[in-house]
C-alpha cells in the first residue's frame, strides 16, 4: 500500500475540563464532509449521527523485550484491526485519550504493530489545553508537560479566562518546550477542523521551517532590551510579581525571585544587543549577587539578583557613564513587571530559556549539506537506544546522499519510521530535524548529526 | 515425487460485505457467516444450487461466530456487546439473545459435545447455554481476552490474554483456573488435539508452547511481525503458525520443536488472514491479502501444492467438517467453496 492511501489518525490528548469533550463534539457535528471513525475511551457517552463512535477501555501491553518505555495500546490494536474491515465507511480516525494519559503508548501502537504501521499514519497529536489552569498544571503535574511535548497541535482554550499577557507567557512556555508545535488560540475549542484533522503528516516540512526559533540555542534568560542611559541613578520597578513559573531546576533560582545582568553595549540597536548575547552567557554562569541594604545595582561581571517580595519592588540603578546599556532579565518584562522608570528600551529580544516544566526542550538542526544514510541509521539507532527513553518525539526531513525523494521520519521513543517521500525540487535540498524530550544533550546531538554527513 | 491434489472450484455466493468469519454446520451443508456491517447469514450449499438467508443483524458490526457442535444452532457476537443463538433448522430465525457483559464479545467458542457456549467480553470469560443461561463466570483476566479454544476433550477451555494463557478446568460444579504466564500480549489460544502442548501466538513475534504433562515451557522467536495465526494438524504433529506473509510450521514430533529448523512455506507475498488444517487429514489452507488461496501438504513440501487466485482479498478459510471442502471469504462478500481432490 503506498504511504498516501494510509488511514491518518488524529490523537486527541487534554486534561479533564480543557474542552477535549468539546472539541471532539464540535469535529463530530461540523459539516466538513469526512467521515470520522472516533475511538472514546468509554462506551457511547455522546451519541452522533453518521459518525462511527466506538468505545475503548485502554489496555496498556507492555512488550517483552524489557524496555519499560515500549508500551502499546493492546485495546486499539483490535479495535483498529477492526476498523480497517470497514475502511470504505470513513475516511480518517479520531483516538479521544484519558485526561492524564501518557500520549506515549497510544503513538507507539502505530509504529510496533506491522499491520497498523502500513494501513495507518500517524496524522497528528492534539492536544487541549485550559488558559486558565496550565500554568498550575504545568507546576505540579508531569502529565501535562508531556502532553504538550508529544502535541504537533495545541489548541490554547479558553482563552476569555485569562489575559494577553498570561497568554503570551503560556505561548512561551509552551514553545520552550515544544519548539515546533503549533499554538492555536480558541474559545469552546472552536477551530475549523481542517487545522487538527488531516493535516497530511502535518506537512512536517512546513512545521519545522515556519518557526525558525528552534533552531536557535537556549539561554539563561529570556529577554533583553537595550537601554540608553545618563548618569545618575535610574529606577528600576518590579510590579510586585512573583515570578509565576520558578522551578527548583533553575541554577539561577535561590529563594523565587528574578535574576537580572546589566552589561555595556556597543550600540544603541539591535545589533548591540546581540553583540552582548555572548557575555551575558558568561555573566549569568558566575554566582549571582544579591544587592545591599541600599537596593543599588550596577553594571556588573556577575548577574543580581532581586528577591521579589511584595514589599520590596524598587531598586535603583547606577550608571557611572553615559551610554549604552544591555539588561538582561531572567523572564520577560510582561511576566514581572519589569520596567525602567523614565526610560523605554530602544530594542529588545526574546530568548529560549531552557529552564522550564521538568526539563522538557526541544533541539532542532538544520543543514544543507547531504547525509548518508548508513551513518543517520546507525546514529538513529545508537540514540533511541541510549536515549529512547527520554525522547518524546522526534520528527525531522533529511537530504540523503544519492537519493532524489526526501527521506521523512518520525518516532516515538524508541519506535521509529522512516520513508522516502516526494523529490526534491530545485534548490530545495535541506535537511530538518527536530527532537523534543527531557534532558537533552543539544551538543551531542548536532556532533551526532555532523558524524552522518556524507 | 511432489504432492499433487487440487481446490476445485464448486460454487459461490455474494454477500456484498466483508467476510468477518463464519462456522460450518455438523452436517456440512450449511455455513453460518457473519459480515462486517454486521449481517448473519446462513448459507446452504448445494452440488447444484446454493442459497442464502439473512437472518438478522448485530448493529455496528459482527465479530465471531461459532456453530454448536452436535446440533441445529449456531452463535454470533458483535459491536452491539451481544451474543445472539440462532436457529438453522425448521424454525430459522434468532432463538435468543443476550448481554454477556459490558464490553464488546470479541471470542465464542462452543464446548466439543455442544453444551456450553463460552463467550468472552473484555476481560471476562463466561459460559452460557443455548438459551442464554449463564452456568459460570469466571474471574476477570488481567487483561482483555483475545481468543478461545476448547481442547478436545471438552474438559479445559483456554482464554489468551496479555500475560499468558488461563486453562479454566470445567468440572461443574467445580470450576479452577490455571495459569501458564508470560510476559506480553497473547493473541491465540491452540491446544493441541492429542492433549499435549498448549501454544500461543504473541504480539511480540513469537510462539510460547507448554508441555501439559511435564509444564516445561519453549518459545520460538524470529517472527518479524505479531503471531496472529495458529493451527495444529488434526495428529497434533504440526503447528502453523502465520505472522505477516509467512505460514511457518513447528514439527512437534520426536523431542520436539525447540532447535530445530521450521518449515517455512513460502508463496504468499503479503499478509495472511487464515489458516486451517484439514480435520482427520494432512493438508493446510492459507488465505491473504494477495487475493490468493494455497493448498499446502507440510511435512512434503514447502511450496504450494495448489493456488487459488480469487477476486479480493481472502479473509477467512474453514474446513468441512468431513475435511472434504473449504470455504472461503473474502473481503468484497465473495463466499466461495472448493472441493479438496487428493492425488
Known sequence: ?454 | MAPSAILESRASVELDDYIIDCAWSPDGRSLAVVCSEGTVHLCEFGERESCVHELGMHALGALAVAWQPGGARFASAGQDGTTAIWDAGAHRGEHVRFRPGRSVVEALAFSPDGRWLAAASGRVVALWSTEGERLHEFAPAEGVIAALAWDRPGRDLIAATKGGLLAHRIEPPRFTTRRYARPGACLTAAPSPNGKVLATGTQDGSVHFWYLSSGRAGEMRGYGTKVQLTAWSSNGRYLATGAGADVVVWDFAGKGPEGSRPLQLCGHTERIETLAFQPGGPWLVSGGRDWRVMLWLPGRATTPVDVQLGDAEATVARFSPDGRFVAVGQRNGRLAFYALLPP
Open chain 1, 1 to 454: 500500500m503506498s504511504p498516501a492511501a494510509r488511514i491518518p489518525v488524529t490523537v486527541l490528548t487534554g486534561f479533564l475540563g480543557s474542552g477535549k469533550t468539546t472539541l471532539l463534539n464540535r469535529i463530530l457535528t461540523a459539516q466538513h464532509g469526512r467521515r470520522i471513525a472516533v475511538i472514546e475511551n468509554e462506551f457511547g457517552e455522546i451519541g452522533v449521527d453518521h459518525q462511527l463512535v466506538i468505545g475503548a477501555e485502554e489496555e496498556i501491553f507492555e512488550t517483552s523485550n524489557g524496555c519499560i518505555c515500549c508500551k502499546v495500546r493492546g485495546d486499539l490494536i483490535r479495535i483498529l484491526g477492526q476498523l480497517l474491515k470497514r475502511r470504505d465507511r470513513f475516511d480518517c480516525v479520531l483516538i479521544e485519550t484519558t485526561g492524564l494519559a501518557d500520549p506515549g503508548p497510544v503513538a507507539q501502537t502505530f509504529f510496533l504493530d506491522e499491520d497498523l504501521r502500513e494501513q495507518f499514519v500517524l496524522d497528528a497529536i492534539v492536544t487541549v489545553v485550559d488558559a486558565a489552569h496550565i500554568e498550575e498544571h504545568l507546576d505540579v503535574m508531569d502529565a501535562a508537560g508531556e502532553q504538550i511535548a508529544f502535541a504537533d497541535v495545541v489548541l490554547l482554550n479558553k482563552i476569555d479566562l485569562a489575559d494577553e499577557a498570561a497568554l503570551q507567557r503560556i505561548e512561551r512556555r509552551i514553545h520552550a518546550m515544544n519548539a515546533p508545535v503549533r499554538i492555536f488560540r480558541t474559545l469552546d475549542a472552536d477551530i475549523p477542523v481542517d487545522r487538527v484533522l488531516n493535516l497530511g503528516a502535518f506537512d512536517l516540512e512546513r512545521a519545522l521551517a515556519t518557526d525558525s526559533s528552534f533552531l536557535e540555542p537556549q539561554y539563561p534568560f529570556e529577554w533583553a532590551g537595550v537601554y540608553a542611559f545618563a548618569p545618575g541613578r535610574h529606577e528600576l520597578c518590579l510590579a510586585g510579581a512573583v515570578c509565576a513559573h520558578d522551578h527548583e531546576a533553575h541554577v539561577h533560582t535561590h529563594d523565587g525571585g528574578l535574576s537580572l545582568a546589566v552589561l555595556e553595549a556597543p550600540s544603541a540597536d539591535a545589533s548591540g544587543l546581540e553583540a552582548q548575547i555572548e557575555p551575558a552567557v558568561r555573566v549569568f554562569a558566575e554566582e549571582s549577587v544579591l544587592p545591599d541594604s541600599t537596593a543599588t545595582i550596577v553594571p556588573a561581571a556577575h548577574p543580581w539578583r532581586l528577591p521579589t517580595a511584595h514589599d520590596h519592588t524598587h531598586w535603583t540603578l547606577r550608571i557611572e557613564r553615559a551610554g549604552t546599556y544591555a539588561i538582561f532579565c531572567e523572564h520577560a518584562p510582561g511576566e514581572v513587571g519589569l520596567r525602567v522608570a523614565g526610560a523605554g528600551h530602544v530594542a529588545e529580544r526574546h530568548f529560549r530559556s531552557h529552564h522550564h516544566d521538568g526539563e522538557i526542550a526541544s533541539v532542532g538542526i538544520t543543514d544543507r549539506r547531504p547525509v548518508d544514510r548508513q551513518k543517520v541509521n546507525d546514529w538513529f539507532s545508537d540514540l533511541l537506544q541510549s536515549r529512547g527513553q527520554d525522547i518524546f518525539r522526534m520528527k525531522g526531513v533529511l537530504d540523503i546522499r544519492g537519493e532524489d525523494r526526501r527521506y521523512v521520519f518520525h518516532g516515538v521513543h524508541m519506535m521509529f519510521d522512516g520513508r522516502l517521500e516526494r523529490p526534491w525540487g530545485a534548490g530545495e535540498r535541506v535537511s530538518r530535524l527536530v527532537f523534543i524530550g527531557r534532558r537533552l544533550d543539544r551538543a551531542g546531538l548536532e556532533a551526532g548529526f555532523r558524524s552522518c554527513l556524507a
